[in-house]
């Protein structure tokens, strides 16, 4: 006789492979034209809606399977039943299991990776007591033009000591501002949970990229705050380091101000910056999502005796 807890794990991991599997197929399908649509949004509000794109099939998944898979499994389901299991469903569960640990093993080399980097860092680098920032600043000698914040719950900022002496104290506390940003908005923690997320059809990538150049966008216009002035300043700034950036940067566990690539965008945003429809409100967003998972959670409790039908139908047609 199959333990009880063991059915009960079964059924919560092939239903989570089930749900991240098609809101994934789901969301790949319609990523390109959601992140064409987003384009009108302020960068802000683009890197938030990317954000939660890239980690919804996960999140989804998880409150399926944990949320209403299993409570309706164990409120149903007798202890002391003597049901056969099909293979589909263990194949499945262990699908499920892999997902996770995929995830949790991603997780755990971004969170070491991120430590030994301050460490190595912190360790050759020189603390700066004359720049103003909310958070530790240390200068480093890098080939690449570093300036990043690293780390989630103590971030720290880095500056290459060839940023300090190519360019001027203004752009630099440009860059400070900009490196800022990105505390306030938590991006790492964002970068973080998204290595952590599931990726099942290797389609997250994509989505990493679009919210990488959202958050990079959304960090400028914070730190210029609208002064046009600044703006430039900053503007100035991501040219100068680009120029002096001999290679793409490896570097991918902190919010850095430039890490390769194309800087056209940015520039352009802070130099022109394009019109964008006023935000929601937060508290109106709130209020709203929480109206929502109350009516969903109502509507799980009433229907749990056909959801629990459902469940035992598919079980029973499986091989």
Excluded at 66 to 86: K, N
Excluded at 135 to 156: H, N, Q
Excluded at 286 to 301: E, K, P, R, T
């Amino acid at each position: 006789m199959t333990p009880y807890w063991f059915r009960a794990l079964v059924i919560t991991l092939s239903n989570f492979a089930l749900a991240a599997t098609a809101i994934s197929v789901l969301i790949g399908l319609a990523a390109p034209a959601l992140t064409r649509r987003l384009e009108r949004f302020s960068p802000a509000s683009r890197a938030a809606w990317l954000f939660r794109l890239r980690v919804l099939p996960a999140a989804c998944a998880a409150i399926w399977a944990l949320g209403v898979a299993l409570p309706i499994y164990l409120w149903f389901e007798p202890v002391d039943a003597d049901e056969m299991f099909p293979r589909t469903l263990f194949v499945t569960a262990m699908a499920g299991g892999a997902l996770l640990l995929r995830g949790a093993w991603r997780a755990a080399a971004a969170w070491r990776a991120t430590g030994a980097l301050v460490r190595d860092w912190q360790g050759r680098g020189r603390r700066l007591h004359d720049i103003t920032a909310p958070i530790p600043v240390f200068a480093i000698d890098e080939s690449f033009p570093t300036v990043a914040v690293v780390g989630c719950s103590r971030p720290v900022l880095f500056i290459a000591e060839r940023v300090l002496r190519e360019c001027t104290a203004d752009e630099v506390r440009a860059m400070v501002l900009h490196e800022c940003a990105h505390v306030t908005h938590r991006d790492n923690l964002k970068r973080f949970l998204m290595r952590a997320c599931p990726d099942v059809l290797q389609r997250g990538s994509t989505l990493d990229r679009a919210w990488v150049s959202a958050a990079e966008q959304a960090a400028d216009a914070r730190a210029a705050g609208g002064d046009p002035g600044f703006a430039l300043e900053l503007a100035q700034a991501l040219i100068r380091v680009a120029r002096l950036a001999p290679h793409v940067n490896t570097v991918d566990v902190a919010s850095a101000f430039y890490l390769g690539g194309s800087i056209e965008a940015r520039v352009r945003q802070l130099v022109e910056p394009a019109d964008t429809p006023p935000e929601s409100s937060r508290p109106f967003s709130y209020v709203m999502a929480g109206s929502l998972v109350a009516a969903a959670a109502g509507a799980v409790v009433l229907a749990a005796p056909v959801i629990h039908h459902m469940m035992e139908a598919a079980v029973r047609i499986l091989p």
